[in-house]
């Protein structure tokens, strides 16, 4: 079946610095991938989305480039702020599944950012 | 203004009672879901709707159902609440399904004493 792994629980780093999540995942299909992001005691909220091969993908300073030849969508930033602390979700679309619609997620990735 | 939304915001129930949790859109969405998130474990599909009574099961419906009778409704039960059901609860909606954007509702804290 369909996976999405976020190798990273936490992140921690200090503001201004970079930021690069892990995200890989495993599908027999053409995938559709997202990253949500939710803040602490809010709800997920779509950061950004992608099924093109190899086009960056960008919203609010962060980014994403699906590279279907190594199954990544790994989302970035360069140069983190106090508000970018939040978990951050990966997240699958596969045409091919049997529950039309439903998003296989990733366990999700903390980044902590710190002054 | 686009918007998801869910009653109750907090609920504490003791094992084995009913528990009732209502989610609502105003973007007339076809597809509505009900997820749990656990520490750790991301989020996970109970149970989706494509439209009014037309609902299929996710990864884990085992010990909740559903029903949507109004397209801009949908409701989670907990039938004989269990422990293990202590969560919280996210509904979300979109509008057809497969790549869409799901909106999500604000959430249920749900505590099972």
């Known amino acids: 079946g369909d996976s999405v792994t976020q190798t990273e629980g936490l992140v921690t780093l200090t503001k201004g610095l970079p930021v690069m999540l892990n995200c890989t995942y495993q599908?027999?299909?053409?995938?559709?991938l997202f990253w949500y992001v939710q803040h602490l005691n809010e709800a997920p909220k779509l950061l950004l989305k992608?099924?093109?091969?190899?086009k960056r993908t960008e919203h609010q300073g962060f980014y994403a480039t699906l590279h279907k030849s190594s199954s990544s969508f790994h989302l970035q930033k360069s140069s983190v702020q106090l508000s970018d602390s939040a978990l951050y979700f990966c997240?699958?679309?596969?045409?091919?599944?049997?529950?039309?619609?439903?998003?296989?997620f990733g366990r999700g990735t903390r980044l902590q950012v710190y002054a | 203004d686009m918007k998801v939304t869910q009653m109750p915001r907090y609920l504490i129930k003791r094992m084995g009672e009913n528990v009732l949790l209502e989610c609502g859109q105003d973007?007339?969405?076809?597809?509505m879901y009900w997820y749990r998130q656990d520490p750790g474990l991301g989020l996970q599909l109970i149970y989706i709707?494509?439209?009014?009574?037309?609902?299929s099961e996710g990864d884990i419906p085992k010990g909740y159902r559903v029903s949507r009778k109004k397209r801009e409704h949908f409701s989670l039960i907990l039938d004989s609440a269990k422990t293990n059901q202590t969560s919280v609860y996210f509904c979300?909606?979109?509008?057809?399904?497969?790549?869409?954007?799901?909106?999500f509702g604000p959430g249920t804290r749900l505590l099972v004493l």
């Open positions: 979300a909606s979109s509008l057809s399904g497969r790549q869409d954007t799901q909106y």
């Open positions: 997240a699958l679309s596969d045409p091919g599944t049997q529950v039309v619609g439903q998003l296989t």
């Open positions: 992608s099924s093109t091969d190899n």
């Open positions: 709707s494509y439209d009014v009574d037309s609902n």
């Open positions: 599908t027999t299909y053409s995938p559709f």
């Open positions: 973007m007339s969405h076809e597809t």
